[in-house]
């Protein structure tokens, strides 16, 4: 895997979605872990909504263009979290297949083939939220 050095690139089109969201959940491990340590800290989703007003004014929240069922947005919250099939299924309590259906449904309606490129597009969108 490809390692970025944000200090000396500021380009990041040369990344694939997978190491582009890899970055992007190691950044927000970090903060995570930096945040909780402070007293009295504020938030993540607070830190980032603060900082994305900086970067980039506010502007109407994109409308979504796929139609994801609210099962579908939960277990697109746990492939985020990249967790087995196995770990959504007892979390959610359904079964393993009904999960993989659940998986090829979310593919098939985002057009892409893995669960990486489901999550970027889902992001992208705007239709998930990385806690």
Do not use: C, W
């Not at 007293?39 to 993540?44: I, N, V």
């Amino acid at each position: 895997m490809k390692v970025v050095d944000l200090r000396v690139h500021d380009d990041l089109d040369g990344l694939s979605e997978f190491e582009l969201l890899d970055l992007y959940l190691r950044v927000r491990r970090l903060l995570a872990a930096r945040l909780s340590r402070q007293e009295g800290s504020e938030s993540m989703e607070m830190f980032f909504s603060r900082m994305a007003e900086v970067v980039e004014p506010p502007g109407p929240p994109p409308a979504p263009k796929t139609r994801i069922s609210r099962r579908e947005r939960e277990v697109l919250h746990f492939l985020a979290q990249e967790r087995t099939n196995a770990e959504i299924a007892a979390t959610l309590f359904i079964s393993e297949h009904t999960v993989k259906n659940h998986v090829s449904n979310i593919l098939a309606k985002y057009e892409v083939g893995t669960r990486h490129g489901a999550v970027m597009a889902a992001i992208r969108e705007g239709t998930l939220t990385v806690d």
